[in-house]
């Protein structure tokens, strides 16, 4: 017994020594047996794949485990930080246990950057009484947030919400009046929760005495004026409403936040009217973000008495007049945005007094002056300059050693030559650069591409008059664009880190063949290379399967001659390939089958050979093909018609022969409305470039754009081939077709009866084929037609009279001995003429169009773009819009990137505001920077 005894009191003693030796070093507390077994049992309902829990083991001390904190004394559970560090590989998810409830101490706890599946936020935590601090931030929970947080009376921070996915239910909330409840909340952080249903948020939200930071951001608002006599938010200091959709005036109540109010951010909404005066009343705010809205009116020159400010940015709004000059007393700015705006004028002197400027963007605006080396001299800590898009004018000497190290440059469409800004040579820290379009005609100097190589990112250089010889230059920059200058000699050499190289329009000559089969220094990632229009010569080599990653190429315009090589096939990313006007010949290689991620072929103008493959017909995300004026042979395979995503068809000037498949109403993007959004995803999707991928997510306005063009042609273009056979009437059902050329064929028959049903007609040129029959009355539905060609063939009987086919010229319809009436100047017969009374007759019983529809779509075409005109009649223009198709892409690119390193700017400089107002370390996940 007494040993017994022993031992049990020996056990206690040490029990005690370690506790009280360990007391002073928290990791080593002895935990609570039920805090250890509630953890383990919460351990037991979460995947860890990343195997992060791994020492939660039941032989340690739960104080000892990681990311578990306990209390230095009492040895309770006090914090649970299970923060990912953004990688999804160590991300926890499974089942939050209501187990948590039983650490009746903790007050911190942090699951965010996990994924729990869209699963709602557990109801209990509501119960947790002692939470302090709870952040769920981008832990993919989904659904109604649970209205229990509200008795969580002692929180003070609160994260909810990220990045929303649309395949995961987003966090919404119906009723937020339980947020009024949580009376010690200072800080509230909402990201993409859906509060669009609550009308009012802002009522309950001022009702918390102690708000700090209200940050709402993405949350579907539509309306900040109150409904509340007066809003009281005392404590304020940091107001983020940015991406919402607030569509009114600023209201009042914001500028009674006087004295407490360091950073207001209402960027990214629709706000309208003018900056009111009362914003004066802000006299603290350090941080004023207003860009991205739909302001109006001039920048009210008494913004220059809030002196605190450091961070100010109009940007994209549509202010006008000019900068007020008072923005030069704000001494301590250090950002200034005023780009995309109607500002004009000149620059007011003060603002080269803005010694702690870093970014000055006023691009994009009507401003013209002119700017020399002096206006630089107190701007020794400027990093980003843009003034591209303005009527500046640049002028600095030639030997100007600037003040200041550029990291971002930005002077596109500003005149700054005709010499070559030889002073660039002193920026050492440029990442990017962009001097296209700004009047350089010079030389580039030799110390230029060496220089130049140090330049991480971009490099523009584009439309201007640069000239130099290229041959051996190694160019090392992630996006390089030398289009439209004089430059000469070979091909230079590349680096393995170029992404974009695009060489157009300018005078490269030599073989092709060195600059593709070089010895790269590690595995090209180049996505996208255009040398289209030089003086390029030989074949093209069988080094492809260097260039993996390209999703791009474009060798169009050039002299190069010899078959395509099947090694061309093992692009397999490959989504534009542009070949046209060259001297290329042979078969088209049955390996090119392998590049099924296609969008765009254009093999047009070259000296290919033999039948088009039916394989084609695999390319399903194929949007435009043109194998036009070649030397093919045999009939269209009826397989093409499985290219469902076709918008531009162009078999035209080769020796077809055979009829025209019937199967052409299987193109559904030339027949139904609306699912051409699909098919431009596909074709975006595949274009094997991560990162400019999740960039073209990031700008979903501009992509829009880039649709919206895409939307504009449906081109059918058959024309100067040996088809015979009828015209399939299937092709009528073509109802978004805009352009369909048979032109110079052997077709027989009638025009199908329904042709008018083909609505978005603009062009039918059917001329100069053996087509017979009246003109189908029909015809009078396309109120859109502008060019008609039916001339040289067989047609008899009257034109159908009293609509818009008599407004074309008579050439439109000569050549055809039997047909009569306006405008030929044949009579038409008796037969005729009863035959076209009948017409008349129908007219009178109502389906006459009247002329007012038609002078109505005379307006739509012209201010359309003649498409016909382009596509069918004009080589160059067709050459321009294909061209264009290709490049709108690489301006959303550009555009994109340098947002990007705006809003990375935007993050450092909140950093800084972070050490200044202790802004809650949570913005470090500013969803504009998830990309
Ligand atoms: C326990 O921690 C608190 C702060 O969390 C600290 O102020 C106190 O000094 C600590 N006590 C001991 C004994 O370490
Ligand atoms: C505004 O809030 C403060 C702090 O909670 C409070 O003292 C004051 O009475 C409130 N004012 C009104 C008018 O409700
Ligand atoms: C602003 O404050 C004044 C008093 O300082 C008050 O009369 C007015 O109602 C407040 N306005 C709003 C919208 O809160
Ligand atoms: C600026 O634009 C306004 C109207 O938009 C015009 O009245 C004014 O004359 C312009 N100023 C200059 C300097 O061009
Ligand atoms: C022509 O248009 C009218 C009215 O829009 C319609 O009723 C008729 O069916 C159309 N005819 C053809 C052939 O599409
Ligand atoms: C056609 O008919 C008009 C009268 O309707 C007549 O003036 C004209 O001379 C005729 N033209 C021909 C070529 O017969």
Redesign the pocket.
Known sequence: MTIFKGIILFLLLCFLFTTIST??H?NTLLCNQIEKHALLSFKHGLSDPGNRLSSWSAQKDCCAWNVVHCH??TGRVIKLDLKNNGNSNFSLGGKVSPVLLQLEFLNYLDLSLNDFGGAPIPSFLGSMQSLRYLNLFRASFGGLIPPQLGNLSNLHSLYLGGVYSSYQPQLYVDNFGWISHLSSLEYLYMLDVNLHKEVHWLEFTSMLPSLSELFLYDCKLDNMSPSLRYVNFTSLTVLDLSFNHFNHEIPNWLFNLTTSLLLLDLSYNSLKGHIPNTILELRYLNFLDLSHNQLIGQIPEHLGQLKHLDYLSLEYNSFDGPIPSSLGDLSSLGYLSLYGNRLNGTLPSSLWLLSNLQSLLIGNNSLADKITEVHFNKLSKLRELDMSSTSLIFKVKSNWVPPFQLEVMLVSSCQMGPNFPTWLQTQTSLQYLDISNSGIVDLAPKWFWKWASHIDLLIDLSDNQISGDLSGVLLNNSYIDLSSNCFTGELPRLSPQVIVLKMANNSFSGSISPFLCQKLNGKSILRILDMSTNSLSGELPHCWTYWQSLSRLNLGNNNLSGEIPDSLGSLFHLNALHLNNNNLSGDIPPSLRNCIYLGLLDLGDNKFSGNIPSWMGEWTTLMVLSLRSNRLIGNIPPQICQLSSLIILDFADNSLSGTIPKCFNNFSLMTTVGTEDDAFSVFEYNSGAENYENLMLVMKGKASEYKSILKLVRTIDLSSNGLWGSIPPEISNLSRLQSLNLSFNHLVGSIPDKMGSMEALECLDLSRNHLSGEIPQSMKNLTFLNHLGLSYNNFSGRIPSGTQLQSFDALSYIGNPELCGAPLTKNCTEDEESQGRDAIDENEGGHEIPWFYIGMALGFIVGFWGVCGALFFKKAWRYAYFQFLYDVKDRVYVATAIRWNRLRNNLRKRKSMVKMIKLSTQLECHPGLLI
Do not use: D, K, Q
Request: glycine share 0%.
């Open positions: 007391s002073s928290p230095n004394i």
